[in-house]
């Protein structure tokens, strides 16, 4: 990278990071201006998090030219090993949430449509696909990607998407294959090889950054990732107590960095900071909604485009979304890494993914939840467009009634694609729901 | 007989029947378009008693059948898809290619045809109703509009309602109730109008947008849906001076071009 | 594990698209027929790279989608034959 270019990403850089601290100073005087009948105040630190997401984007955009290569990764990947590398990591998948929820996707997914890719394919995918194509994004640019890095755990949709990718942009595709878990735990065989995947993807990965992996610094973001992945955790336990004080859709918010920014070390300074808001909202007894009355669960991806008509539509009849399968599976794993044997707990913490295991263990989940978070309810999306989180849904919701005795909602959206919402059958069977729950 | 008809061109769709006689230089001379009837195979029978008594005989004129019915034409010398018929009809009207839009009662086609006039590649939508007349003529029933009033009342406005509802049928739901909630019935129109023309735009740039853009079919008449068009797509639309008669006019020149001599 | 490259166990999209073409080159034939069914991701994603590669190589393509058990509805058809026409 030439001694100019350089200058001017530092230049960049400062400019961006000056530009994203306005903002959150703007929007956390806003916040404390909150009036609202339904919802409760927002989180201070939400503007926080949005500032943090924002930067993280922002150094994205000068990653080239700061001499940094970069990686796309599914959501699943292991990326410790790629971090610990210095590579600058990608998550289309994040990325394709930030234009569900700026309601940019639909445009995007159009140009991927019009380019042949059925409506019927993922909409995270066909967001990512349509960005690459047009190169219009809400986070101002994408660096294109050095290294592609795609892991089966959350389904096999990646493995076709990362190859269109691949063949689009030149770059080498590195694919961890994780063996499906259809019992509880994870055979010795398939743990075996999902590590000499992770063995034999360090050269590779090596060889493309143009760096050494060390063992210390691969420990120290395992460290990283166990400690944000911990605090996450205990983020959503929070909500054990009456009235919950972040709602699930505030989590769909604020589990970005978990997901994108795991290793990094103002991950594990953004969610210690936010336990400690939580508990001071404890103390005074703030909830997520005005008025608590029912308690419930969201199973599966969110629909990012309606979060808030979603969030005031229950809050309005006292109900919120306390927990969700979607944000648990960024915590629940945080006991198997182990910092001191990085790659190879990796084996092992990438194979049990919630969407990596059967249905029968996602039943188990939710009705641990179900106790755990004292519910009185599920409400299952059912995703068009995610077929692996959605297949089983039926019977799940049956069995919560049945076994559980509480009624379960199956809704009928899609993640990304507001053009798979139907707001008055949403609206209905929503307002249906709330009366069974007696709200 | 009228020995200046010298091939007959029959489109059996599902919602008209057209029949088209055409001269030796290709002109059309004369037609007849009517409601399509469950027995098909009858009402082909009268459309060319019809044709016989307008002068076509079909000893000497050829016929060809496209359509949805096209199989059941008994005496078709030829059966010719609708795709192909349109693109030979429609390239009478306008030579050099371009891209032809045609929105049917049921259907709707785009069909990308080279300055040659050969059909490089086509897209039809038939296995759902938004995005054709259907759409457009259940909205019209609905709020009690005729489906002639219908483009000049939805220019008349310049406010526009969104309809969310991607299906014909819960679309008609949604029209009523914003009926209901007191807006206007213009501004519906426009949305409606828009929801058609954006199914529309979607195939479009599936196929690869050439120009011109051209527009038939019966929807074709509804000069909102060709001015919506041409401002979602960003150029101008030229609509047929017979756009309901294209694909029989297309079937019709191709019947003439098998007559052995142009005699 | 031979055969030809295949989406569902891993082929890359380019060495399919070169295996179609050569396929195509061998026998003659004028165009390629997609015949997919209806949500099946290997195929829906191979799709556009496929196409685009075979129109730069002056073939050109249909796409038809249908269910596995159901018969053969009529619009499938009327595609088909419009196909051949558009080759003829």
């Given at each position: 990278m030439s001694g100019p270019e350089r200058l001017t990403a530092l230049a960049g850089i400062a400019l961006g990071r000056a530009a994203l601290r306005l903002n959150r100073i703007r929007a956390e005087g806003r916040a404390r201006a909150w009036r609202d009948d339904i919802l409760g105040p927002p989180l201070r630190l939400s503007a926080r998090g949005k500032e943090l997401v924002g930067r993280h984007w922002l150094e994205g955009r000068f990653a080239h030219s700061q001499g940094r290569k970069v990686a796309w990764v599914t959501s699943g990947a292991p990326v410790e090993l790629l971090k610990a590398l210095d590579f600058y990591v990608v998550y289309p998948e994040n990325h394709g949430a930030i234009c569900g929820t700026a309601r940019t996707a639909e445009g995007v997914m159009t140009e991927a449509e019009a380019a042949g890719y059925s409506r019927d394919l993922c909409s995270y995918a066909r967001t990512d696909i349509g960005t690459a194509l047009c190169g219009r994004t809400p986070v101002g640019r994408i660096p294109r990607p050095d290294l592609l890095v795609a892991c089966t755990n959350i389904c096999q949709t990646v493995l076709f998407w990362y190859r269109v990718l691949a063949e689009m942009f030149q770059a080498p595709l590195l694919l961890i294959d994780t063996p499906f878990l259809y019992y509880a735990d994870a055979p010795p065989h398939a743990v075996e090889y999902v590590k000499r995947q992770l063995e034999e993807a360090v050269p590779v990965a090596e060889r493309i950054s143009g760096k050494r992996l060390t063992q210390e610094r691969l420990r120290q973001v395992a460290r990283l990732a166990k400690t944000a992945s911990e605090l996450w955790m205990e983020v959503m336990q929070r909500n054990r107590h009456r009235p919950a004080p972040i709602s699930a859709i505030e989590q769909f918010i604020q589990m970005a960095p978990i997901v994108e920014m795991r290793g990094d070390p103002q991950t594990v300074d953004f969610y210690a900071a936010l336990l400690g808001e939580l508990d001071e909202r404890i103390a005074r007894g703030l909830?997520?909604?005005?008025?608590?009355?029912k308690r419930l669960l969201w199973d599966n991806l969110p629909v990012w485009y309606r979060l808030r008509d979603l969030a005031e539509i229950l809050g309005r009849q006292?109900?919120?979304?306390?927990?969700s399968t979607y944000t648990n599976a960024w915590g629940e794993l945080a006991p198997l890494i182990d910092p001191e044997r990085p790659l190879e707990s990796a084996a092992r913490t990438y194979l049990y993914p919630i969407l990596n295991r059967s249905t029968g263990h996602k039943l188990a989940t939710m009705r641990r939840m179900l106790d755990e978070y004292q519910l009185d309810g599920v409400i299952l999306h059912s995703d068009r467009s995610c077929k692996p989180y959605s297949v089983g849904q039926i019977d799940q919701r049956a069995r919560l009634a049945q076994d559980c005795g509480k009624p379960a909602l199956l809704l009928e959206a899609d993640h990304n694609d507001p053009r798979c919402y139907s707001e008055a059958q949403v609206a209905n069977r929503l307002a249906a729901y709330l009366e069974i729950l007696g709200t | 007989m009228n020995a200046e008809l010298q091939a007959c061109g029959l489109d059996v769709g599902s919602t008209t029947a057209k029949i088209v006689a055409i001269d030796r230089a290709g002109r059309m001379r004369w037609w007849h378009l009517e409601p399509a009837e469950p027995r098909v195979e009858e009402q082909v029978a009268r459309l060319i008693d019809l044709a016989g008594t307008a002068g076509v005989d079909l000893q000497t004129a050829p016929l060809v059948a496209t359509g949805y019915g096209r199989n059941l034409v008994a005496g078709a010398a030829r059966t010719v898809t609708e795709i192909t018929c349109h693109a030979r009809g429609i390239r009478q009207e306008f030579p050099g290619g371009g891209v032809l839009v045609d929105i049917g009662g049921q259907d709707s086609k785009v069909i990308h045809i080279s300055p040659q006039g050969a059909v490089v590649d086509f897209a039809m939508n038939d296995k759902c109703a938004a995005g054709t007349g259907r759409f457009l003529e259940n909205t019209a029933a609905r709020l009690g509009v005729a489906l002639e009033d219908l483009g000049r009342l939805t220019l008349s406005s310049s406010d526009e309602v969104p309809i969310t509802s991607t299906c014909t049928v819960f679309a008609e739901s949604e029209v009523i109730s914003l009926l209901a909630k007191g807006v206007r019935l213009e501004p519906i129109l426009r949305g409606v109008h828009r929801s058609l023309v954006r199914r529309l735009v979607a195939m479009i740039r599936g196929i690869g947008a050439a120009s011109p853009l051209l527009l038939s079919g019966g929807v074709a008449q509804n000069q909102a849906v060709a001015q919506l068009l041409s401002e979602e797509m960003g150029r101008p639309v030229q609509v047929s001076a017979h756009p309901q008669l294209v694909g029989a006019y297309g079937a019709a020149l191709t019947a003439l071009e098998m007559r052995p001599s142009r005699a | 594990m031979s055969g030809p490259p295949d989406p569902t166990r891993g082929s890359p999209i380019s060495e399919r698209l070169q295996y179609l073409k050569g396929l195509a080159g061998k026998s003659g034939a004028r165009g390629v027929i997609f015949y997919d069914v209806k949500f099946c991701e290997p195929e829906l994603f191979d799709l556009p790279q496929l196409r685009a590669g075979l129109q730069a190589a002056g073939i050109p393509s249909l796409t038809v989608e249908v269910d596995l058990n159901d018969a053969q509805p009529h619009q499938v058809l009327t595609r088909i034959e419009a196909f051949v026409e558009m080759l003829t």
């Open positions: 909830g997520a909604v005005q008025r608590e009355r006292g109900a919120v979304l306390v927990a | - | -």
